[in-house]
Nanobody
Framework: VQLQASGGGLVQAGGSLRLSCEIS????????MGWFRQAPGKEREFVLR????????YYSDSVKGRFTVSRDNAKNTVHLQMNNLKPEDTAVYYC????????????????????WGQGTLVTVSS
């Protein structure tokens, strides 16, 4: 499984960006996709996840109501729409995928994912 993230860039506070993550080599068991972010000097932080088979989503409190994740299974792509961006959203954003079933609480941690994309930088200026 390989992941390719794209769509990062520079935006002013209050603006919007859309990130995409294309999945290749996906198997039937690759069912949960997550987005994480890592700001300079900070640990990697869970942002949200989506179950590809059902579309069920789960968001962290820090992005709930501003970020929306969707999937296009025909194109093996997951999109992350980010609205009302804030300077504290500045980070490298990573998409990740899990191919092994596990208790759902592990999908909010980096250790719950076996496959990672290369990351795309989002910078929000004040």
């Amino acid at each position: 499984v390989q992941l390719q993230a794209s769509g990062g860039g520079l935006v002013q506070a209050g603006g919007s960006l859309r990130l995409s993550c294309e999945i290749s080599g996906r198997t039937f068991s690759t069912d949960v996709m997550g987005w994480f972010r890592q700001a300079p000097g900070k640990e990697r932080e869970f942002v949200l996840r989506i179950r590809l088979s059902t579309g069920m989503t789960y968001y962290s409190d820090s992005v709930k109501g501003r970020f929306t994740v969707s999937r296009d299974n025909a194109k093996n792509t997951v999109h992350l729409q980010m609205n009302n961006l804030k300077p504290e959203d500045t980070a490298v954003y990573y998409c990740a995928a899990s191919s092994t079933p596990k208790n759902s609480r592990y999908y909010s941690t980096a250790s719950g994912y076996e496959h990672w994309g290369q990351g795309t930088l989002v910078t929000v200026s004040s």
